[in-house]
């Protein structure tokens, strides 16, 4: 998950359909957020439920895959390099924000009538570096990613898939978990480890200039998901799973078909930000209305309210990282020089199993 605009050089390395897919798969999270947000605020936007519910097995699918696919240096990096510039950067962002969710979760209790869950929220705090709480379950199960991937980087690339595979079968079933990020964790591991393995299929994929094969893909996802949705068939043993690989498919014919919206793009190589600022903003916009005649202003317009909340969230979330990075409180986004360092070049005799490629 990128975090900041990309060098010159960077740039000239990326592939548009990735940033693109990036800024599809956050402001699908976004609008989820935003549709859960506003249900809480009390309005009637249940039609968005049922649209996020449907784009589900793309959203995080899509985004754990892109996610894994240049991951590989850092299976090469020695163990020093990786937690300290990477796995660092999730555990720092992941507590500061952990704690500004926390705060701004109240308001939501504020308007379910629930407030104030004081007590829980602290030991909700004190438990999260094992039980994650709230949204951030995404940066947390990414620190763990990429640790248990540099952990069994000797081990051959189709067992880990096969092991991830079957316990992403079974916890695609949606049975009830104990834990977002245990149970998030357990669902899309395959897909940051099939990231890492399949890379080069996946790109040869990606850029193919076979825009039937793509259409098919996305018109297969599509099909498949209106069906599990229609039929209540997601708890089917594989439907899901299979949902959810098509899933990120379909993601990526959609990611090639957007791509020349470049402010898709654009959004794609700011991910960091957007995810860990949106959802506190969202709550702060949704705690306004419920507490404001704008909750009656707005009723008749509910329906279209979602996406307005979920593009105005992106919107703040940048400006506010544009306004923070060249000062004291950029902390907010990255630890502090004493404890991170640049990244070494990765060690190029370092085994990694067979599958994998460099970018």
Not at 44 to 62: G, I, Q, Y
Not at 291 to 308: D, F, Q, S
């Amino acid at each position: 998950m990128s975090h900041a605009a990309p060098t010159p050089r960077a740039a000239a390395e990326r592939i548009p359909w990735i940033d693109t897919g990036r800024g599809i798969a956050i402001l699908l999270v976004t609008l989820y957020h935003s549709t859960n947000w506003l249900l809480g605020a009390g309005f009637h936007v249940e039609w968005w439920s049922t649209v996020d519910n449907t784009l589900a097995s793309l959203r995080m699918p899509l985004f754990f895959t892109l996610s894994g696919l240049f991951a590989t240096k850092w299976l090469r990096a020695s163990w020093g390099d990786l937690l300290r510039s990477k796995v660092l950067l999730f555990v720092w962002v992941f507590l500061i924000w952990e704690t500004i969710g926390a705060l701004f979760f109240q308001l939501g209790l504020v308007m379910q009538d629930k407030c104030c869950g004081v007590r829980d929220t602290v030991v909700g705090l004190i438990l999260a570096p094992v039980m994650p709480i709230y949204e951030l379950w995404f940066i947390w199960a990414l620190a763990i990613f990429f640790v248990v991937a540099r952990a069994t980087r000797s081990i051959d690339s189709r067992l880990q898939i096969g092991v991830a595979a079957a316990i992403a079968f079974v916890a695609l079933m949606n049975w009830p978990g104990i834990n977002d990020g245990w149970e998030g964790s357990a669902k899309y591991y395959l897909f940051f480890v099939g990231g890492i393995y399949l890379r080069q299929w996946i790109i040869r994929y990606g850029n193919t200039r076979n825009t039937a094969l793509l259409a098919a893909a996305l018109g297969v996802w599509a099909v498949i998901s209106v069906v599990l949705g229609l039929f209540g068939l997601s708890h089917f043993p594989g439907a899901y799973f299979v949902n959810s690989i098509a899933g990120v498919l379909g993601g990526i014919a959609l990611s090639r078909f957007l791509m020349p919206v470049r402010l898709l793009g654009r959004i794609g190589q700011q991910t960091l930000p957007i995810y860990l600022a949106h959802t506190p903003i969202i709550l702060a916009m949704a705690f306004v209305i419920h507490e404001t005649p704008l909750l009656g202003l707005l009723t008749p317009v509910a329906m279209i309210l979602p996406p307005i909340l979920a593009g105005l969230a992106v919107i703040l979330a940048l400006r506010l990282h544009a306004v923070l990075a060249s000062t004291p409180a950029r902390l907010l986004y990255e630890p502090p020089l004493v404890l991170a360092r640049r990244p070494v070049r990765p060690r190029p005799d370092a085994p990694v199993a067979p599958g994998s490629a460099t970018r």
